[in-house]
């Protein structure tokens, strides 16, 4: 998905949307209920994680293997598999994504990694590797520092002068609301910065409209560095010395087994991304893992917690949780809870989910233009990818130089290069009536403009999927509305201190690395919640 293509930086994002052909939808029947009484069988959990995504699976190993060895815990997938959207295919010629494709390399997710065993698989990118972004017809290559930002050609003087200005605090005062992406931006760094930068880089990461973008919900580290220090400068400097202080008064250390990471790379893992979720999973162990169990009802419990009932490949299961955490997307998430709190129901429906379709295809290597006479810099094809503003008549969102990102993992023949491209997102929901070969069609002419030589022949088709419902939406008001669902679930007596929480990508950001960071925080709090109870339940 998009948030995972910004060949900007980390992004990357997500997590678990199903596609809408993999939705199931949840709701009760009296045959359902009769079935229970005759069939069930029933067993109880301190834990029911609902859904297997890097959220889920993030807070599930987490409790499971260091906060609360002792509680018992369930993570339950409708799918035959885990890992939510990430998507990761092999063919034994072809190892491609079809989902998110690379994330940033923070020390949650690293950390997770090698408690699990995958410390020899992690892959990070070459941090030195160009990053490009479309303008005028040529591939700019984003600045890796301020001095290549001052001499470099990605922004004119003019724009040079005006964002760096902005960023010092010479720039209109904040409105007192709530400011789009766009707004934001424009106001501290020019609209110049915005169009070239900021633009793309919400396409490549939300597939979004910055104009409906919330500043505070979708770049909520950015967007506090203002009030922190009058400036994004000043506020950069104090989050910065607040971060550090805070390390040296925690007697921090960082984890010796995490591998240093060096400028804004990103990582994947060797055979894919997949590679993460199912490693977790499979330390979990199928006891804790349980994927083809579609949850058909939800229940508050009469003695305290909640009665999940499941159809399984054994048949109709029920288990009883002291605490449940839904991870699952969130117009899935508001079916499961429509009928113990409705108001909760109709907030979680309100966030957007566009479509976004990945289009994987393989040229033979002499197909680019490599020397200069294309969008790209003479050499070029060596870096991340590139990105591409709405503006500039390029209908691809983005396109991720997969042969060059992660050399030390083979993925394609040597004598071809493959690209992954990212096309639709809010600004575009057409694509979702486009077939496979007219997807294939588009991301190839948009290629042609860029960096393929004249007349090149149609590629190597590695793979196409349509996610219908791709990634939620941060828009002006998402905090307001996540806000609401919480607060109606609390007023029907399921909400956090009823032991029912939220989780996944619409409330902690799209960002695959956030998901995991957000699903370890998510552990802590689940496991408060249970000390509070009177005693665990043996995992039976």
Not at 93 to 111: H, K, M, R, V
Not at 176 to 204: D, M, Q, Y
Not at 419 to 448: C, F, M, P, T, W
Request: hydrophobic share 40%; charged share 25%; aromatic share 6%.
């Amino acid at each position: 998905m998009p948030h995972c293509t910004a060949p900007m930086s980390r992004a990357q994002v997500s997590l678990a949307p199903a596609r809408v052909a993999d939705r199931r939808r949840v709701g009760r029947t009296r045959a359902a209920r009769r079935a229970v009484a005759v069939r069930a069988s029933t067993v109880e959990r301190d834990v029911v994680i609902v859904g297997a995504g890097v959220s889920g699976l993030s807070t599930a190993f987490t409790l499971a293997k260091k906060t609360m060895p002792n509680a018992s815990v369930m993570v339950t997938e409708a799918r035959d598999r885990v890992g939510g959207n990430i998507t990761s295919k092999s063919d034994g010629t072809y190892t491609w994504e079809e989902g998110p494709n690379s994330y940033q390399p923070g020390d949650a997710i690293l950390t997770l990694a090698c408690d699990a065993g995958m410390r020899d698989d992690i892959l990070l990118a070459d941090p030195a590797s160009n990053r490009y972004v479309l303008w005028d017809g040529k591939l700019r290559i984003l600045p890796h520092s301020i001095e290549s930002a001052v001499l470099g050609d990605f922004l004119t003087w003019p724009g040079k002068i005006r964002a760096g200005l902005g960023a010092i605090g010479i720039r209109p005062p904040a409105p007192g609301k709530e400011e789009s992406v766009k707004e934001f931006v424009s106001r501290n760094l020019g609209t110049e910065a915005f169009e070239r930068l900021i633009e793309p880089f919400c396409s490549g990461v939300y597939a979004g409209d910055p104009a409906s973008l919330s500043s505070v919900a979708a770049t909520g580290r950015v967007q506090r560095l203002e009030p922190l220090g009058g400036s994004l400068v000043v506020g950069a400097l104090k989050a910065q010395a607040e971060a550090a202080k805070a390390k040296k008064e925690s007697g921090f250390k960082r984890d010796p087994r995490l591998p240093e990471v060096k400028g804004q790379t990103v990582g994947s893992f060797r055979g894919g991304l997949k590679t993460f979720p199912e490693g977790l999973a499979k330390q979990l162990g199928d006891d804790v893992v349980k994927c083809n169990w579609k949850l058909v009802n939800v229940n508050k419990a009469a003695e305290g917690g909640y009665t999940c009932e499941y159809d399984t490949p054994e048949g109709r299961r029920t288990v009883i949780a002291k605490c449940l955490l839904l991870t699952a997307p969130a117009y899935v998430t508001a079916e499961i809870v429509k009928d113990m709190a409705p108001a909760a129901s109709t907030a979680l429906n309100k966030f957007y989910y566009p479509p976004v379709a990945s289009v994987t295809v393989s040229y033979k290597k002499d197909s680019f233009r490599l020397d200069g006479t294309s969008a790209l810099p003479e050499g070029g094809l060596t870096g991340f990818g590139q990105l591409h503003p709405r503006s500039q008549g390029i209908r691809t969102l983005g396109t991720i130089y997969s042969s060059s990102l992660f050399k030390d993992d083979k993925r394609q023949p040597d004598d071809e290069f493959m690209i992954l491209n990212y096309i639709g997102g809010a600004r575009d929901v057409a694509i979702k009536d486009l077939s496979e070969d007219e997807l294939v069609q588009q991301v190839h002419e948009d290629a042609l403009k860029t960096i393929l030589k004249p007349g090149t022949p149609l590629p190597k088709v590695v793979g196409v999927k349509l996610w219908e419902k791709a990634i939620p939406q941060f828009n002006l008001g998402h905090l307001d509305v996540l806000a609401e669902a919480e607060n109606a679930l609390e007023a029907a007596a399921c909400g956090e201190k009823d032991g029912l929480f939220l989780g996944g990508n619409y409330t902690a950001g799209v960002a695959l690395g956030r998901c995991v960071e957000f699903g370890v925080e998510q552990a802590d709090e689940v496991a408060t919640f249970l000390k509070s109870a009177k005693k665990l339940t043996a995992a039976v």
